[in-house]
């Protein structure tokens, strides 16, 4: 049994909670938050744990194998930091800090301690995305051609950070899980209607070296909730939906056929496929429970996580990327192609 | 009764000479196109009208009062200056020319001969965004803050224009007839599966003075197709789904407030608002039929189009500028606060 | 080449007159209706047929081989026995007739003159209605268990029939056509809110000798306008949304197990099976189209109609019972095993 | 505070416990179950409470003022029974019980001891369906037309009812309180696949002494979930989308207007009303925490439920007047104006 301590029990940290609880590689021992009234709220529901206001408590249990954050995106470096430190297993929240720099640097220490440090990107772990890198990995789609996700609602508007770092992530995570390979530049626009500094509204598109496009449209202030992503490819073409109950995932043998030779290319001669639509059974174990598991697997087992700390960095790496390139009206910013190695010179 | 030639049959000139047919104030009188199939078939269903492949006998023809072009893009600039170099009212297909140099000749030359110069954009004639522009204009939504639109499906691509000049002129046209001003910088992206030069998925965000956002998401290569535009108001906001066969509009009392004071602010007190959703009843009058009223209207008693050719202008200015910025990979670029000046000196 | 004349110029004939203009087969020749003003119309569309206000010059025209009716119900047995008796082929609007008698008396003329006598249910040639019924066909569904379908929308109130004749002819026949059995006893239910002895709303469920059931669902003052069909199969299930543009038909792969065994039956040992849904493509042709294509070769190669006059005879047959069971408030009424052989009998 | 009992800890009996520990006026003591297993499920999830095999102890136990029964349908009777017996006030799952005679004498046990008897009529305590009454009551829908539910999803076939015994109950329950009156007649028709005993399809029809229809389709085979019922009025119509997140009522501004006068009758000059439609804000709270509260209120302040055990009784009656025309193939069933005179005669 892996002795876990939580830190922070806001909006998801209940729900890491319930499914420590219910795990059965894991033993939920304590849970840290500087809010009494949380803490009094964990004790109602799970009268057998411990609670703490001091996230110290934690650390220095001996107990304690693994820690799991989930606290405002500011903390997440130092919190990390210092559980890995103390020799801890680490999961935290996405994204995994606020600066690429930090995130190597847990990568780092993670590595040099021999720990396990995870990303929890949610989202790849739904059967929903496991069901969509399937079909890539097995050439269904044929060559990508873009991703196309909307990811829009009402609230809730975050203090420290905008809706790219808060919404986009989920998308960034996900592209990093099902292509091939990480964007070469991010051009973003965005606009805040609150506060300047916080955008509210914003476009990202990302750019690859392969004939691909990315692009994420993420709102606080839509009166409707939209939770869909186009993916086009040169075969067939997906639309998830994870707004519905049922069919989250439609596979559309839709497309274009291009003839060959010069001549034709002048002339554009495109014709239209369209054939049956399908809707694959996917598995619907809640994303938690599948991720939790496979923490404890690469914790017994010394495996890595498929969202370990590098796949945190890459993400963040965009998401700075967005950033500065919203700040300049949608200047395409590029990533570097070894993020690695450049911040190893930039830390060094 | 004003006498009409319609010069080009191919996609969008049927609709033009049904509804100049059905129109009381209007007589088809000729229909040009070089194509001879595409005249037999006009002759098939309207055997009454004259037909040529010459479209210089409709300019050469002193019955013909009006002309209403719907040919390939490159070609409205020299068949509009040549209707009106010979004294007839133009009505042009959309975008008004390929450039926003060419539609200021063409203003000029309207304005110098005193004719009607009418661009057709045609979804400023529908009810929907009539209601919209309505609703906007009674302060319904309070101040505006964003316009989001995706505009995608599967086909057909165009030979002589991108998915911008294609489908977000639409958006450009609508946007260009309910705000009250006109975007200041444009940033796009986009990218070509078929052929580098011409983009099949494209991404457009406009900027404007005042805190407003606009975003265009068009695409020729969806599995699905979606014709869906958000507008969020400080107090209310519209889903127009021009998709849906009944409620069109869907008028949203959602929203947020901000606690005023400057610790409010530091504290980002976002309360979220609520209320009953309505859908108002639109007028389903055919938006053609609406639009060559509205022509005829101006052509008897002088009037100016709402969709003039400085309305073609502005949404042309826009188009150049998006492919500018898409060439750049996101760079903005800015819009001239007066257009018409700046275009005119670079004709000096 | 076939010559057609056309009875009826009301709400479905201008489609078969357009239908019968662009086949190859055919050749329309005259169209007759008492109204002046639609003849009117029908001239402007086609300016090339003659047209007539009495049924009979078309009757007495030999170079009309065949005669299509489109007039109100109550007229279509004197107006068809009329044509069949002045040896022209019949295309006659459903429901055939409002008696089964009457329907009967159609079958022997036609039969006697060697005529082809075909009704136009024209679902039975929809892309949608025929891969239904070849889904059927090859077992996909495994046994029949139920056909549940909802037709209803916001009027057009009928003069001279109730909402079972108007709407679940529909559906009858599509079940004659993809059922490989008849019903043998209706119940139905209804209420009419304009005049008591026309029902606007109704409610019909058929019984068959096997364990299938058949409900629908017709309304001629519901705010929605839905068309939608489940067919319940022991391996699949089938969605057929006739609003939908795109998928009409899903099918599904749910359904349930149960355990054999008097064990397992006491204790109601049920299981649920779901797997993959999936949209196949259909033939989107004009239903019109294929039925008039059919009805040609029919009287050029002497073939019976799909939809031939006993197809007629027994959804009649249904809908009688269905008034009298109405009537009744639900009683059932049973249908006879062998309606022609009874109905020779009532008639001699 | 009132001591608090349930009885029964299946599917339905969580959320009574859950909801009777959060409620403010009472405190849940004991939960009885007989099977082991979900007694030490409750255990877990509430440590704070007792459980016990024997519903006896529920009953014996002075601090216990009311008891919850969630137990299956056949035991209803018995066990409320002896809980009023017991002096115990009643929260009973509905139905009831399985026969009107039975709920009588849990009416007349209750009125004997002043208890209160509640009937757990879910849906009556729903923002929607409080909604959809205020609408009815105030007369925003005019005259009622018609009341038209489908209940239907795959499974979950029940043991000792049949379907319109688990899901029409729903709908008669909403009718019951909606209506300002109770059906005279029903008709019912059905099919049973796994056991002809016990109906897995099921169509109602209820009949009013006004020209008012209501129909009930619900099905345990059903590939779809849908939970939608259109009540058309002749002013306004509702329709109530149990499945939506958001807007499950939507109120459709349309209808017909009739023509007075004995020519117009006779022509049937119906026109045809289309104006807004709107999606009133609803209640969210969860029915069962509104449903307890008033619980609560009827026992602290000596109120009538309102879904008190006359409600259960209209409820059983019509549900056993559908079971007999289901028997009979639709022969409908007349309901006694006076159903409890008249069972009191059965009881005498």
Known sequence: MIGIGVIGYGYWGPNLVRNFVEAQETQLLSVADFREDRLAL???????????????????????????????????????????????????????????ADALRLIEEAERRDLVLMVDHTFVYTGAVRKIRELIKKGSLGDLLYYDSTRINLGLFQHDVDVIWDLAVHDLSIMDYIFGESPVAVSATGLGHVSAATENVAYVTAFYDTPVIAHLNVNWL????????????????????????????????????????????????????????????IDMTEALRTEIQHFSDCILNRKTPITDGHAGLRVVSVLEAATRSMKDRGRSVLLGDHPKAQLQMALA
Chains 1, 2, 3, 4 share one sequence.
């Open 222 to 281: 839509s009166p409707l909730k939209v939770r869909r992503t186009l993916i086009g490819g040169s075969k067939q073409m997906i639309v998830y939906d994870d707004v519905e109950n049922s069919e989250k995932i439609r596979v559309y043998d839709k497309g274009i056929t291009v003839k060959n030779g010069p001549e034709s290319v002048y002339k554009m001669l495109v014709s239209y496929r369209s054939g049956d639509m399908y809707a694959p059974q």
């Open 42 to 100: 964990a004790r109602r529901r799970h009268p057998e744990i411990e609670t703490t206001t001091s996230y110290a408590d934690i650390l220095d249990n001996p107990r304690i194998d693994a820690v799991a954050i989930s606290t405002p995106v500011s903390t997440h470096f130092p919190l990390a930091m210092e559980a890995l430190s103390a020799g801890k297993h680490v999961l935290v929240e996405k994204p995994i800090t606020t600066t690429s």
